[in-house]
């Protein structure tokens, strides 16, 4: 008896990429112009089933692909096909350990100046946004949450309070795959393992979220490079099996 072949199955897209292709596609065929202001997040999330983490990792890569860009408190625009950018990070290009360290080599470079910045400019609506993501991140972990999302935005509201839009372009370049546990979840690890892991994260956000709002400019570098050196840390641990 002869047995058919099966044709392999094609990998299937995840719904970040189908929310990306949708929405870029009607900024290129001119359903939504230049100028134009997108749905608002609530919307994106019923029209295309998904959830608020999806949204915002579709609207960073559309943003680092220079398609869209968002003013804070106001919404995000179309701003161009995005034919121009010349730097982004793909998923592609976080497949492994040696990946994530990189780019936790890039963000301890970027973010440390970041956070100095931020100590020295911040407002105090901007402090408040930093602590909204951090309370954001606590409660994620208090109800057994992915808090992949809140970890991205306390950093990019960071970035945000330094004044300096590049630093906020470029975070948005990162985007969600730049938090180690979006491309390498820790979900396999015990319950109780992950909750001190992110007790751990928690700890070090806080240290650095009171330098900030103190004002202190070293300290806050101080506490941003300890925090992102003990990820690389631990990120090297793992990849030698401790």
């Known amino acids: 008896m002869m047995i058919a072949h099966r044709p392999p199955r094609s990998r299937p897209r995840s719904l970040t ?13 001119g ?39 968002t003013r804070h408190g106001v919404g995000t625009f179309v701003v161009g096909a995005g034919d121009t950018v010349a730097f982004r990070i793909d998923p592609e290009q976080m497949a492994t350990l040696q990946d994530v ?32 993501a951090l309370a954001a ?8 949450q992915d808090a992949v999302g809140a970890d991205f935005q306390f950093h990019l509201e960071i970035a ?4 300096n839009r590049h630093f906020v372009e470029l975070m948005n370049t990162l985007g969600l795959s730049m938090i180690p546990r979006a491309r390498l979840a820790t979900g396999q690890a015990p319950a109780g ?20 709002a103190r004002q202190d400019v070293e300290g806050a570098r101080a506490a941003m490079r300890t925090h992102l050196a003990n990820s690389r840390q631990r990120r090297q641990l793992a990849a030698q099996g401790h």
């Open 17 to 29: 990429v189908e929310v990306v292709e949708a929405v870029g596609d009607r900024i290129r065929d």
């Open 31 to 69: 359903s939504l112009a230049a100028g134009a202001k997108l749905p608002r997040e609530a919307d994106l999330m019923a029209e295309f089933g998904v959830s608020r983490t999806v949204v915002r990792e579709a609207m960073s890569r559309l943003q680092a692909a220079g398609m869209v860009a």
């Open 101 to 132: 360290i990189d780019v936790l080599e890039l963000r301890i470079a970027l973010e440390t100046e970041c956070a100095g910045l931020a100590a020295a400019r911040r407002t105090a609506d901007q402090l408040q946004a930093i602590r909204a």
């Open 137 to 144: 991140f606590v409660a994620a972990r208090e109800s057994g």
């Open 160 to 163: 945000r309070a330094t004044h």
């Open 193 to 212: 393992e992950e909750w001190a892991y992110l007790g751990r994260l928690n700890a070090e956000h806080q240290s650095v979220l009171d330098a900030i």
